[in-house]
């Protein structure tokens, strides 16, 4: 099960990215507010399609991660778990964007997923805003793909999930403040300092998991079958055991 401090570096993920998210999503979450009697149904169903599509996403790739047995995989993904907490404390502080590299090659996934969405508006009803929220989650964001990535190295469905939640009720108060028009909150989670603290803490986060991996690291290799020897025969026994 995922730990709290997990927990917490993924709801900081998506609360610090507030601003990029309200520059990629804002407009249509604005947008979903107006009309007569219609906004909130259709703004929550909308924002219940995006969490649902990042915690469907994260688990299918934990899936996938974990589906691959190999020491040497899992060990470069603790590395790359530890790059991408850094990448996005970078991102956050906007010290450095490298991560956007990542919505670049998403461009071409997004492309037919974008032209389903365009056909569902206006917003008619709730199904239609929960589908259009369904495929917000798949758009061009490097945050998002990065948390993706960031999540699938648990190599565990219902971990990266879980993960995966925790950083979209991170997006949800820029997202809901925006849709209702509270900018007072708006104003609050776009303050630099709160964006640099949590950054600073990504940014330690990152770099204590990747001196844990690298210190540790040669104690995995050692243990993968077919290394030989006790260690393998201890990995095999933990294994066995659940613990």
Known sequence: ?????????????????????LGMCGGIAAALSLGQ?????????????????????????????????????????????????VAMGLAIADWWRGISILERAGARLWAP??????????????????????CWGLMPCGLIYSALAWTATRQDALESALLMAFFGAGTLPAMLATSFG????????RRRGLKVLIALLLIGSGAWSLYLTASHGGHLLQRAPGAGGEPMHEGMQHGASGQ
């Open 113 to 134: 997923v974008q032209r389903l969405s365009s056909r569902l508006l206006p917003l008619r009803s709730a199904t239609q805003a929960l589908t259009l929220g369904l």
């Open 37 to 85: 009697g219609a906004g909130p149904r259709l703004t929550f169903a909308y924002h219940g399609g995006r969490l649902l599509s990042y915690t469907a996403l994260g688990g299918l790739l934990g899936f996938l991660a974990g589906s691959i047995n190999i020491a040497a995989w899992t060990l470069g993904l603790r590395y790359l778990a530890g790059l991408l907490l």
């Open 182 to 189: 509270a900018a007072g909150i708006q104003a609050l989670l």
């Open 1 to 21: 099960m995922i730990n709290t401090a997990d927990a917490l570096a993924a709801l900081g993920i998506g609360l610090a990215g507030a601003g990029h998210c």
